[in-house]
């Protein structure tokens, strides 16, 4: 994995070494002594024309299944229950509204994200990873850069004219962040979504970063 003190300089993240460091320990606390129960299934939005875009508040009839893209064996059970604690972490200690985790994988002969845990509103479990899909794509958009996105203000960075793959319209602040593998290659990103602008304080991006730099350790194999 990368190494803490890289990750800063690496992703473009402009927070502290030290408030990296005091959330790197308040996660590794909260992953020594809770559990999270693994979500191996999840209900997803209907996609628009051409599967671009999530029809919010249009759920399709069957569950995605990540059985179908990953071995669903004892040792994958244990990393996806540290992935959903960590996801569990975030929302508990941040109060953000959506959190997820993706790991970058070759699917139907495409590189995709891939969602392997999460909290918060159905949502797409996978993002394409093409230069088409990146121009509005956050998510997208971190995992080809390797560097960090930060929203604080949707409706104003629309405004501007930033494209923006709107999935959840109440969404206000997003943040995506890459995670890297130890040669320091993004391997896949989190992204966060909160309902009020300038969530993203210091503070809560330090904690999104301290679970970027312990991810790694539980992704599966590609």
């Known amino acids: 994995m990368a190494k803490e003190l890289d990750y800063i300089t690496l992703s473009d993240l402009p927070i502290s070494r030290d408030l990296l460091d005091a959330q790197l320990v308040k996660l590794d606390a909260y ?15 209907e996609l628009g024309e051409g599967g671009a875009c999530s029809l919010f508040g249009y759920l399709q009839e069957e569950p995605f299944l990540l059985s179908d893209y990953i071995d669903s064996d004892p040792n994958m ?11 569990e972490a975030v929302v508990e200690c941040t109060g953000v509204d959506w959190f997820g985790i993706y790991q970058s994988r070759k699917i139907d002969d ?3 994200l891939l969602k392997l845990a999460y909290s918060g509103a159905p ?17 997208v958009q ?13 409706s104003e960075y629309v405004a501007q004219g930033g494209e923006y793959y709107t999935c959840d319209p109440k969404v206000q602040s997003e943040t995506c962040l ?36 312990r991810i790694p350790r539980f992704l599966p194999q590609t």
């Open 77 to 87: 059970e244990l990393a996806l229950t540290k992935l959903q604690t960590i996801v």
């Open 178 to 213: 890459p995670i890297f593998d130890e040669f320091q290659n993004c391997i896949g990103i989190v992204d966060a979504e909160a309902f009020s602008t300038d969530f993203f304080t210091e503070e809560v991006l330090a904690l999104l970063a301290a679970a970027c730099i």
């Open 123 to 139: 949502s797409r479990p996978l993002f394409p990873i093409t230069a088409a899909f990146a121009e509005t794509s956050n998510n």
């Open 31 to 45: 992953i020594t002594k809770h559990c999270a129960e693994p979500v191996w299934s999840y209900q997803i939005p």
């Open 142 to 154: 971190t995992v080809m850069s390797g560097k960090a996105r930060v929203v604080n203000n949707v």
């Open 110 to 112: 495409v590189q995709q």
